[in-house]
């Protein structure tokens, strides 16, 4: 079993990420890690490229997917590991997912506009471009128009949550994501869990493996030791495998390193071959 360390969350062009499919391969390489996924949001369109970067290096890469759900008021998003892109059921809810991605953009801009903040959709269109609309590529057109400074302040001041261009977008029911990433012979893991709120968190467990969730993402960069500690005993508590990931978003989040998140993410080998026997189980 390979001691080097490995990446399980990365986004490219074909979501809200800025290096290509080969890119995030090639820079696997260079950091030396024995493996890295592709999880863009809603989308395997990126995934051909991404697994034919990996035949002429010396890393493993993992085809993947990360879909939006919601439980209640709480916003939950899952990762799909090994996933066939192929399968229709997951094209169609991915397809579900994306729409409710472009029915919202419209709205933003309306209530951007509203609050002195003006951008054309068009704009936002070239940023995304073949990808399914996003926040990122909203505020990389407001960027541009002159309204922020930077992406980071976008979310600051104008699209992050309860900020007045935000707009919440329609989400999947966990049954759902899971169940699509199931059909396509993939595996299911809860992202990042510290983004649920403390309170909600064991009722939420709690649906989401009554749905049949497979993991947890126990190391991601915006986990500290107490994180890591307390969801790896919940992954323990109901069986489910320990993973880990980044979240790498290339300069979208430049503060997030590929294999090394803020410094010391270390997401062990182990992890994925615990993955792919749940794989090799479904």
């Not at 992406?151 to 049954?175: S, T």
């Not at 005993?233 to 590929?258: C, E, R, W, Y």
Request: include cysteine.
């Amino acid at each position: 079993m390979s001691e080097r360390p490995i990446d399980l969350q990365t986004h490219s062009v074909h979501s809200d990420g800025t290096l290509t499919p080969t890119e995030i391969v090639e820079r696997a390489a260079e950091t030396d890690l024995a493996a890295v996924a592709l999880t863009d949001h809603d989308t395997t369109s990126g995934l051909e490229a991404f697994e034919q970067a990996g035949e002429d290096r010396d890393v493993e890469t993992v085809p993947g997917v990360e879909l939006s759900a919601r439980v209640g008021r709480q916003d939950v998003d899952i990762l799909g590991y090994f996933v066939d892109p192929d399968d229709e059921t997951l094209q169609e809810v991915m397809e579900k997912a994306r729409r409710f991605r472009r029915e919202r953009a419209p709205e933003m801009i309306e209530r951007l506009a509203e609050v002195g903040a003006p951008i054309e959709i068009e704009a936002v269109e070239e940023h995304a471009g073949e990808a399914a609309i996003g926040r990122p590529h909203i505020a990389q057109a407001l960027v541009d128009a002159g309204h922020v400074d930077d992406v980071d302040e976008a979310f600051a001041e104008l699209i992050g949550e309860e900020q007045p261009g935000c707009v919440p977008k329609e989400r999947l029911d966990p049954p759902e994501a899971i169940g699509a990433i199931h059909s396509a012979h993939g595996v299911a893991v809860l992202a990042h869990p510290s983004h649920i709120h403390p309170a909600a968190f064991g009722r939420i467990l709690e649906v989401l493996f009554e749905a049949g969730v497979d993991g947890i993402e126990v190391w991601h960069s915006d986990h500290d030791r107490n994180h890591e500690q307390f969801f790896g005993q919940q992954a323990a508590k109901h069986g489910l495998v320990k993973t880990g990931g980044s979240d790498f978003h290339g300069d979208n989040k430049p503060d997030i390193a590929l294999g090394e998140g803020r410094g010391d993410l270390g997401v062990p080998y182990e992890s994925l071959e615990r993955l792919r026997q749940r794989a090799g189980s479904e």
